[in-house]
């Protein structure tokens, strides 16, 4: 953890390829040999990281593409995936900040693409493959910058309240910016 919070730290400020093993190692407050008994480099390091978010990634959304008749909604998905990323606030905010990984940025969104176009097949069966692919990318993007902003500023507000908001744009597009119960005699 020590490692892993120095690295995330020291990226906030400046890409990987700028940031030493010794300065890593002085920032976590261990010796090198610590941190090569462990990695090959630091670009190991930033993959070890990335792929076990990845892998709780698709943890938590297993549960929810394994339920079966109509119990996922859009809201549980966004829930899962939000909390995910919220767990994983410092790679996240690091990930899709300044001097992230795009790649790894990529990898999350194609990671989600499948599943979720799988999601979206069942729960809109009326729509075609292309109109789903179409509001995923779209979906998708505009997710990313959420995220950025809310990881941006430090997961605020809280997990859920995101989570309605990303709901609400989702659902209801530029009505989101409506009120959801019009006042009466409008």
């Keep these: 953890m020590l490692i892993r919070r120095a690295l995330t730290e020291l990226m906030r400020s400046k890409p990987i390829q700028s940031i030493t093993v010794k300065e890593l190692c002085a920032a976590a407050g261990i ?3 610590t941190f090569y008994a462990h990695y090959e480099d630091l670009y190991d390091l930033l993959r070890q990281m990335e ?3 990845l892998s709780d990634f698709e943890a938590a959304l297993a549960p929810m593409l394994s339920e079966e008749g109509g119990t996922l909604t859009l809201k549980r ?3 899962g995936i939000f909390q995910c990323l919220r767990d994983n606030a410092d790679l996240c905010t690091v990930t899709l900040g300044d001097y992230g990984d795009k790649a790894f940025e990529r990898r999350l969104i194609q990671l989600g ?3 979720c176009i799988d999601i979206y097949s069942r729960l809109f069966p009326h729509a075609s493959i292309e109109q789903i692919v ?3 990318t779209f979906v998708s993007a505009g997710c990313i910058g ?3 902003q809310w990881l941006g500023e430090g997961a605020l507000p809280p997990t ?3 989570v309605r908001i990303a ?5 209801r597009g530029i009505g989101f910016l409506e009120p959801e119960d019009p006042p009466k005699g409008s």
């Design 160 to 162: 859920e309240e995101a």
């Design 77 to 79: 998905l966004a829930a």
């Design 51 to 53: 792929e076990e978010m």
């Design 134 to 136: 179409c509001y995923y």
């Design 167 to 171: 709901e609400g744009i989702m659902t």
């Design 113 to 115: 693409r499948k599943r």
């Design 146 to 148: 959420l995220l950025e």
């Design 31 to 33: 010796h090198r040999g």
